[in-house]
């Protein structure tokens, strides 16, 4: 009987992990209302903003925020493309977005992948990849952001995300740097420590994120390491891991004792780690040029963050 019941559980877990596993890594039903009340930009104070429909290759629309600083005069010639986790939407984001935008003075696109909030589609990585190379093609063929320093900001999933978009865009030379929190080496990898019973049934998993196999081609790209040591999500060795295989000249880690997974972003030093890490970034013989600008007022914001 205890090996028909193991039997069963194996059995069980594996259908779940096959045939649900897109419920299980992009729950862009969390919190509830996250498909259809989004957050606007107004509601947070921020006034210099477009609220974005942009088209995919493959047909689907998805929706965007681009803030810019309210301050030109102290504004610094810096894009974030922000890429949020996999629960919640853009709207969630915005308190990061306005301390991006507002004190360390950079232009904001906060893309929206496919299925969550308003955007069409359903998410799966071939798509959210396309939906990224969109963002990035969006800010390319933006006469008013094409000349900015381009800095890729993911979290959690979203450091997956950027690792990957990143990754395939070495050769135009635009992306001048990746800001990662709390992201992990590949989903795989994560199933031991979300679903330890569901451990050996890892292979099954064709939603892969394999950051461990792309981070290491980045190597002319300054990479920040923001990782929370109390993450209950995601084990703060798969960041560790990630700093340690990373193969970019100019890589720089930071840890915020008391960051876990949802609020590492609300830590006190934060947002100065990546103030001081734009400051910091020097021309040198691989080409890149520093970051001018902004000097960061306040670091310390709570916000609504992700899942994973």
Not at 100 to 111: I, K, R, T
Request: charged share 20%; aromatic share 8%.
């Amino acid at each position: 009987m205890p090996l028909m019941a193991v039997g069963g559980l194996t059995g069980l877990l594996s259908g779940a992990l096959y045939y649900y596993q897109k419920e299980l890594i992009y729950p862009r039903n969390i919190p509830v209302g996250a498909r259809t009340t989004v957050p606007n930009p107004s509601q947070f104070g921020i006034t210099d903003f477009e609220d974005l429909r942009l088209p995919t290759p493959d047909g689907e629309t998805l929706h965007a925020y681009l803030i810019r600083p309210p301050n030109k005069q102290h504004a610094r010639n810096v894009t974030f493309l922000m890429f949020h986790g996999n629960a919640g939407n853009i709207g969630h984001r915005l308190p990061i977005a306005r301390v991006l935008s507002n004190e360390l003075g950079g232009n904001v696109l906060m893309l929206q992948y496919r299925g969550y909030g308003l955007s069409t589609g359903e998410p799966d990585e071939k798509g959210l990849s396309v939906d990224s190379q969109t963002g990035l093609d969006f800010i390319r063929g933006r006469e008013d952001l094409n000349g900015s320093k381009i800095v890729v900001y993911g979290q959690s999933l979203g450091g997956a995300v950027g690792i990957g978009l990143v990754a395939r865009n070495l050769e135009q030379g635009d992306v001048k740097a990746l800001v990662l929190e709390n992201t992990f080496l590949s989903i795989q990898k994560m199933i031991p420590s979300v679903m330890p019973a569901a451990k050996f049934l890892a292979p099954l998993c064709h939603q892969v994120w394999p950051s461990e196999k792309m981070l290491p081609q980045i190597k002319d790209i300054p990479i920040l390491f923001l990782s929370g040591l109390r993450d209950e999500i995601v084990p703060p060795s798969h960041m560790k891991k990630l700093y340690d295989i990373c193969q970019s000249k100019d890589k720089v880690w930071k840890e915020l004792p008391h960051g876990d997974h949802n609020n590492t972003v609300a830590e006190s030093g934060y947002f100065y780690f990546v103030e001081e890490f734009l400051k910091h970034r020097k021309p040198n013989a691989y080409g890149q040029t520093e970051f001018d600008g902004a000097v960061l007022q306040q670091s310390n914001r709570s916000t609504q963050s992700n899942q994973l």
